[in-house]
């Protein structure tokens, strides 16, 4: 049986601020790899840079901590190169759907089978308060102390309209909620987008605890994510009412099974197995 | 080549984007092959799909050959423009090849020129579709120096097997009726009777499907890549000859392109991108992370003219210091530049052993011109079964299972950290872009910072013993010295054997395993005379590389950057000017 | 600094991220700026908003200086760590603040150093609030000196003046208990008596904040950036003082940054873009873009320790050699390394012209040491009037209207073309990143590729006589000569001042406009004695700089790439250890 | 008045394939330009690298030729430095769906004031025949003769989740009514997406013209573009039926709009006026 202190880490000095909305994004996390039953070895993290691109280091699993946004082409390779790893990859708003955003876009079309966590503070953290591309509107930050004049980007919807196989969104207030989603992203076959809404205490005053607490609520169970349209328009919603929980599914092919060798077993095994004989035969084609 | 040799043939077929230019050119390429001789070719073609004017240049000689020289025998006028742009290369006893019924021929070309009217048209017209004009070309061109046959004939079926026994009988016919109208009608002087002869078996390819093979021997498992000008053909090849035993993915862009690669190295495969400098330029963030995380991997960078899109269906050797430099910070890497289709292929299995022995990033660094040269191999030297595969140190089991956490980064006297991967039981293997620990965890601190970087940068000189010499040729002492990497081998070889003729004392060093550099570059250059690196590029790149790491200086360079390669008599003509000659 | 000055008193303030440290350390340099004294400070800091140890170390003299040597006067510990962090460098009759109610002090500590305790905490709360802790221990660092207090009280007040009277009168208040605790019952022997005195105003700021007001007076009226430490604060500088000014857009990632710029610098405005090394790797190929349709822009580049992530807010001079070789392809470029805030704010506006005279792209190479230290100058060095904006040759209204299409890359004997904004009536203004004719149109053809290559590669030459000579100091025939470039100039100075007064005849070349590099530079080299080039990297990258450009041979190389700035104590020891001393 | 001579390029040689899908776009981009009686010197066109991004050498107008995938951050760029030029930005779908993928999402949300075409052939034309973000799933290509196994993106789906103010899509076989959306776009207020169903005769043998004309059909009056839900729903369609004409418009902030210092003039302008006298005092604040 997996326990909770599997998943210590070995680093203790944690470089987040007292109160920070990561701290129980971490717990979550870690009690749903534990209720999955998954050994700390068997699960690989791939992180950007950015406050809650640290997190890997805070729990006990592999882990790649890669550039800023470059997430999700390392957990796509990593993903391809042993498909039996549970790759998780964390990053934040900047680093995802800023300085990443390609990637993200590009991540959905492939499908890869992996869950894709963003930390949304609706800011930029690490780097000390500027807006990110899920800054609210007219939201003031200390370089502009007028408002941010650039409307905010709506992840649910873009990855919606992107057909992304799982699309679920959860408040960092909220641990076992967050602790259930997350378990079903990490079940997911395929891509399981999930959008963490996060509040920064140092940089973000507006999107606080509170705030997020007194406009979330939950998707009920007849709220059915298979309907794009419904999804789309639910997707929305962002103001009084902020729905969270999985708001989208979508089932389409998941990438590692488009490849002849995958049937195989993993790249990995492949590669342990290569003999440079076996393509012996493919000079014949040069003469 | 030397002029020991006894034929050397330059032939060259003109024409416009989409007219064929490169399938008559491949044909007749492999028809000689398989008839015993050598060739060479070049490949000279414009950014467009259609259109514009594009050659093949293939040259035909009884020895090895690893060059083309700007002088032609015989020339295939495929469109307008061909005789115009050719006709100054064309030899005494040269003979033009064209339908006069397509194209207008001037009457000071005429006048200067063996035109050699083939009514190409009428003849595929004839055998049932105008496509066949560049078989009834190639017919023609054989015909010309009355090689055999059946060998050109037996290639157009195996080309046209899925397309169904009519359509490779009529390329058949059309090309016999293209060669007996050359037996029968031509008079001219530029009649050469070349009959195949039986030699060894050659392979035949270019330089950018050699690295593609060689990554395949090599057991490279995963490649992620952008397509682009001329690197594209790499993993072209690759997946079609190997498409069920490797993973590609043809990802959004350049960053992600090398990025993947790094997660799938992390993950325990061998792995690698393709790109040419533009992409590259995209990758360099990605390339320093290799550095950070010492992440094996290979990028073969086939380069083109720039700066930005520059030529880039051109060739150039530009991007030399740029790969030594590029990446922000300093870590250890390996740069090979293959001077020929072995080279690449050998350079390329040793690319992904270095990579893995030493947790670095290995440059393949070639240039359109390589890339896209067709050659004739010995296949003894695609020697399979010499290949090992090493994968440098690896934890054992044990060890995994008895630390609680795995030292990814452990500081060794080579700098060299054993290797584990994730998922394997026990282990938990951790890196990080930031500096970071032994375990791969972040750090401020100046010692640990310290610790990793010299682990790092020890590197260096562990794996400079696997560096090999560079090669040196021609007489020990000599009046003149030419230094060379990469692609500009032939030439400055052949170039070389010229000046020693024309009495001019000349010897060569040429560098494939460039970076680091072997401890013989710099003693080539003291005890030269005068020594000129010759590179396809404007600033003298090399040079530059071998004045900062040896402190030794070489007299000159001789530079070339209109986007096109070195024939051995520029070369010539180059030293002679600074000889005085 | 030399041993002349009466008065070199540091400071060092440390504790954890988000405890005001930089407040304290800020509103103290201030305080002693005003009083007609000179300051250098340095910060070091961990990526990281709460927590860790960060530090901020201030110099302050009667003399101007430039570096912060290793050693402590008044430590001040608002964190449990300083003490044992800082305690080594703790010269003779020297002080640590700290409140003993908050922190423990172990009998070892004690033993060796005179702690004072100052009940920062109780005070703050009897004030009125904890927070309030920052200012009283400003209060008791300053009445250790007995500084002018009504400074202190001024800049209080200036800096909470948004807040309201009560605010002020409360930190007022905080900062006044402090000060009179330390006088009353302070009985160590680090008691200096420091007066203010009646010196020329001085200005106080940090070299990003000088080059942020270099663009300004420039001109430059367009910037594009990602945030990225530690070059972050120079936009953020200009858009605190000239918001309407000129036009900032934050982009989505650098790739954007720079390509944004490039566009508004096509339409005729000065466009700069900010980053640090990570940035720069994916600017890399719009770099190279700005090389080949010469459009003027200006990188501001702070760099950091790489590689990759590095230690992200901490200092290294490792990306000069990138910078000279990055983008691929060959093209003309200049850098530019400040040496202090007014070479800064020189080198800035400079860079606008250099980049508007010659149509190519400067950096502004300059590092986080540098970059986040506070210095005081003399305002006679941002001489405004001064200033020249010059945009190089513009093509007349008459040559737009009378030539149907502009040549915009037209070859002229310079290299430059006269140049012309889009928009302007009758004008055509074209560029391609394809090699192009004059026009700005895609061309194939070699002689075209040669003349615009060789057009864009002649600037160098005319630029080169704009390139200042690089700066030496001390006595012509030395035993030892150092070379440095950058950030690095206040520590080589002073500890040229320091050799030469051990006896060890040392002087000094340094060197700010970096590329092209200067003749005299090489001259130097030649004739020293014995050079050591002083580099805060690992590789010497100016050394291999010297060799590749000069092909002279500097004798070795101080380096250090610990993340840590070199103090001039430091180059001492390393030239003393060289010299066998 | 403008004419067409105006706008004939010193080009001759045009580099695209006889047949090829551009030359109409060519066509009529230049009519629409001619119609809107605007003179070439007011105009500045970026593209990127690909067969279209050729385009603009091909008719007489500013330019400036970017790299691969990164029209819309200098377009941006310049139509800040100068907002009284008529910007438009052209290039493929690869270079504007995959290589430019961040910037394309990103300037439709800071809604700079141009026009943006994507000719979309659904295929990497100038490097031979590789799959684009838009190849349909299954299509074969040359190096994937098993077929592409990724499903396309749906670029109008994407850029009305992203609230793009103008999204339209035409065909290239339909001069006159692409001229038509051409002059629309150019005389919107704001980021004018244009995507252009463009016929590839050499790699794209499956969407030929005649794929296309069978499909297409217009949207009728009686559409309303400003219906974001009907918007997202009639972007589905693709198969049997595929719109043409205005799909989405959405009112929101122009980017030049939040800058105080254009609402003085052009950039250019106060370029132009610029002193360094002007900012003497700012200098004060460092005392
Ligand atoms: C290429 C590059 N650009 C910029 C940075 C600087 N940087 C580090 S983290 C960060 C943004 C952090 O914001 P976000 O991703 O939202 O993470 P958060 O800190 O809010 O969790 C930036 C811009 C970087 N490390 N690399
Ligand atoms: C950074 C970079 N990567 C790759 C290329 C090679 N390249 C040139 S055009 C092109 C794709 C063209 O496809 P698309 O944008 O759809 O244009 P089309 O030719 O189909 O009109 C590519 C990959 C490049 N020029 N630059
Ligand atoms: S700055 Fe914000 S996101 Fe970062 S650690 Fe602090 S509270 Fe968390
Ligand atoms: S390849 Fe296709 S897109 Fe390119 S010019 Fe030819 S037809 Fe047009
Ligand atoms: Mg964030
Ligand atoms: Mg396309």
């Known amino acids: 049986m997996v326990t909770i202190e599997d998943y210590e880490s070995r680093v203790k000095d944690i470089a987040w ?43 006990r699993v592999n882990e790649y901590n890669e550039l800023h946004g470059r997430i999700l082409p390392a957990a796509t390779g990593l993903s391809l190169a042993n498909h039996e790893l549970v790759v998780i990859g964390v990053g934040g708003d900047g680093d995802g759907y800023g300085e990443g955003g390609n990637h993200w876009i590009n991540a959905i079309r492939r499908n890869p089978n992996m869950t894709y966590i963003v ?3 609706q800011i930029y953290g690490l780097t000390k308060g500027q807006a990110s591309p899920t800054t609210d509107y007219g939201m003031k930050t200390k370089d502009e102390p007028g408002g941010i004049h650039i409307p905010a980007m709506n992840p649910m919807a873009v990855a919606i309209s992107l057909d992304c196989s799982f699309v679920a969104r959860c ?27 996060q509040p920064c205490v140092t940089w973000n005053k507006v999107n606080t605890y509170q705030w997020y607490r007194e406009r979330v609520y939950k998707l009920g169970d007849d709220y059915d994510p298979t309907d794009k349209f419904a999804a789309f328009q639910k997707a929305q919603e962002w103001g009084a009412q902020i729905p969270i929980g999985v708001l989208y599914l979508f089932k389409r092919p998941i990438l590692k099974d488009d490849y002849v060798p995958l049937q195989r077993g993993t790249l990995l095994d492949l590669q342990k197995e290569h003999k440079p004989s076996q393509f012996k035969d493919l000079l014949k084609k040069f003469f | ?43 000279d073609y414009e950014s467009r799909i259609r259109g514009g004017h594009s050659f093949f240049h293939l040259r035909l000689s009884d020895m090895p050959v690893y060059a083309a020289p700007n002088r032609v025998n015989v020339l295939v006028a495929l469109d307008d423009r061909t005789i115009e742009i050719h006709e100054d290369v064309m030899v005494p006893n040269s003979v033009i090849i064209c339908d006069r019924k397509l194209r207008e021929v001037s009457p000071e070309v005429e006048r200067v020129h063996d035109i050699f009217d083939v009514p190409l048209m009428d003849i595929a017209l004839e055998t049932g579709n105008k496509l066949y004009v560049n078989t009834v070309a190639m017919g023609a061109s054989l015909g010309l120096i009355e090689f055999d046959f059946d060998i050109l004939a037996g290639l157009i079926a195996e080309q046209f097997k899925k397309k169904g026994q009519t359509i490779i009988d009529e390329n058949v016919k059309a090309a016999r009726l293209g060669y007996e109208f050359t037996q029968q009608n031509y008079k001219g002087t530029c009649c050469y009777i070349i009959k195949p002869r039986t030699a060894p078996k050659t392979m035949i390819l270019t330089s950018n499907e050699a690295i593609g093979i060689g990554a395949l021997f090599a057991g490279c498992k995963f490649v992620s890549a952008y397509p682009m000008t001329p690197s594209t053909s790499i993993w072209v090849t690759m997946k079609a000859l190997a498409h069920d035993d490797f993973v590609f993915v043809q990802t959004e862009d350049e960053l992600a392109s090398i990025n993947m690669a790094l997660g799938a190295a992390y993950g325990g495969v061998r792995a690698m991108t393709t790109t040419s400098g533009g992409g590259f330029a995209l990758m360099n963030e990605g390339f320093s992370l290799a550095g950070a995380t010492e992440t094996p991997i290979v990028v073969a960078l086939v380069s083109r003219p720039g700066p930005a899109t520059g030529l880039p269906t ?57 890339a896209d040269s067709y050659r004739t191999v010995d296949p003894a030297d695609f020697n399979i079964d010499a290949i090992k595969i090493e994968r440098g140190p690896m934890a054992t089991e044990e060890e995994l299972k008895t630390s609680k956490d795995f030292k990814s980064h452990r500081v060794t006297e080579s700098g060299v950290s054993p290797r584990a991967f994730p998922g394997t039981k026990d282990g938990i293997i951790a890196t990080a872009g930031d500096e970071h620990d032994e375990y791969g965890h972040i750090i401020e601190d100046a010692e640990t910072r ?35 990497w990469g692609s500009t081998y032939g030439a400055i070889k052949e170039a070389t054997d010229l000046l020693n003729e024309e009495g001019i004392s000349t010897n060569m060093m040429h560098v494939v395993e460039v970076f680091p550099v072997h401890k013989v570059v710099g003693e080539f250059v003291t005890k030269a005379k005068q020594s000129f690196v010759v590179e396809n590029n404007y600033t003298g790149q090399y040079a530059n590389i071998i004045r900062a790491y040896t402190g030794k200086l070489p007299t000159g360079g ?24």
């Open chain 2, 1 to 43: 080549m030397s002029t020991e040799s006894s034929i050397d043939l330059n032939f060259r077929v003109g024409g416009a984007a989409g007219q064929g230019v490169q399938s008559v050119g491949g044909v007749l390429s492999k028809t000689f092959a398989r008839g015993g001789y050598h060739i060479f070719t070049h490949q």
């Open chain 1, 119 to 121: 930390t949304n503070n």
């Open chain 1, 171 to 197: 408040f960092a207030g909220d641990l076992d909620f967050m602790k259930e989603i997350l378990k079903k992203a990490i079940n997911h076959k395929g891509f399981a987008f999930v959008d963490i809404l």
């Open chain 2, 450 to 484: 310290n610790e990793q970087m010299e682990k790092r940068m020890r590197k260096l000189d562990a794996l400079m013993k696997d560096i090999e010499e560079p090669l040196t040729y021609g007489q020990e002492a000599a009046d003149v010295s030419l230094i060379g």
């Open chain 1, 17 to 59: 601020c007292p109160g920070c909305g990561n701290f129980p994004i971490l717990e979550a996390l870690k009690q749903a790899l534990v209720e999955l039953n998954l050994e700390p070895w068997q699960v690989a993290m791939v992180s950007g840079i950015g406050q809650s691109s640290k997190l890997p280091h805070y729990l």
């Open chain 2, 314 to 370: 051109r060739t150039e050797q530009s991007d030399l210091e740029y790969v030594l430099h590029a990446g922000h910070g300093e870590f250890p890497r390996v740069i090979f530049a293959p001077s020929c289709q072995e080279e690449a292929f050998r350079l390329t299995v040793k690319a992904f052993n270095m990579a893995e022995k030493y947790h670095v990033a290995v440059v393949i660094l070639q240039d359109q011109h390589l």
């Open chain 2, 558 to 581: 001789i530079n070339k950057y209109d986007g096109r390669p070195f024939s051995p008599g520029y070369i010539v003509k180059e030293v002679k000017r600074r000889m005085g000659a």
